[in-house]
């Protein structure tokens, strides 16, 4: 099992500032078959990012992925208050599917 | 647009059995592999099993492998979880989401649903 592990678990920022969230690989993730998804308060997750930095639809350009192998970063340039979630990476390289424990992205 | 709805959450008591549904609405449900993932209370997000879009294969985690299946039903849009011998540990909100794959598998997810949720407690 690929295991996902994320840091910061929190990270605290300021609207208008750059985060960027860390995402590590136990094992090489081929193919940059990597996703990122956001999560707010009561709801669903939702699709940010697949293959490691190609945007799903209707997210905005401030939001970005980069990475390969075993290192993986989302970015966010300047941070809006719709952003302040928590974000899970998410390896789609081998079974089973795994995801990385979450950062907490707060004001 | 993509709808998923899931129904048949509850409270159950350990060792007995829960079905859950998702129906779906909005896309062609036969051309689309679908997944369940789970989060516990207050944690992370679980995958839980896969079916391909024409039934013809399934995967599931290590941790519910024998005792839960995934099934679905073309001709209902619906995609069904059947969970048995629950445990402690599976209470837990159940999302159906569609892999974005059309005929194929990516194994990610790109439509959840609002979630269900399973209260295992004696």
């Known amino acids: 099992e690929i295991v996902m592990t994320q840091s910061p678990a929190t990270l605290s920022v300021s609207p208008g500032e750059r985060a960027t969230l860390s995402c590590r690989a136990s094992?090489?993730?081929?193919?940059?078959?990597l996703a990122w998804y956001q999560q707010k308060p009561g709801q669903s997750p939702r699709l940010l990012i697949y293959?490691?930095?190609t945007r799903a639809a209707g997210i905005p350009a401030r939001i970005s992925g980069s990475g390969s192998g075993t290192e993986f970063t989302l970015t966010i340039s300047s941070l809006q208050s719709e952003d302040f979630a928590v974000y899970y990476c998410?390896?789609?390289?081998?079974?089973?599917?795994?995801f990385g424990g979450g950062t907490k992205v707060e004001i | 647009q993509v709808q998923l709805v899931e129904s048949g959450g509850g409270v159950v008591q350990p060792g007995t059995s829960l079905r859950l549904s998702c129906a779906a609405s909005?896309?062609?449900?036969?051309?689309?592999?679908m997944h369940w993932v789970r989060q516990a209370p207050g944690k992370g997000l679980e995958w839980v099993a896969v079916i391909w879009y024409d039934g013809s294969n399934r995967y599931y985690a290590d941790s519910v492998e024998g005792r839960f299946s995934i099934s679905r039903d073309n001709s209902k849009n619906t995609l069904y979880l059947e969970m048995s011998s629950l445990r402690a540990e599976d209470t837990a909100v159940y999302y159906c989401a569609r892999d974005p794959g059309v005929t194929t598998l990516n194994n990610r997810f790109d439509y959840w649903g609002q979630g269900t949720l399973v209260s295992v407690s004696s």
């Open positions: 094992q090489s993730v081929r193919n940059f078959f």
């Open positions: 998410q390896q789609y390289s081998a079974w089973p599917l795994t």
């Open positions: 293959g490691a930095s």
């Open positions: 909005g896309f062609n449900f036969n051309n689309f592999g």
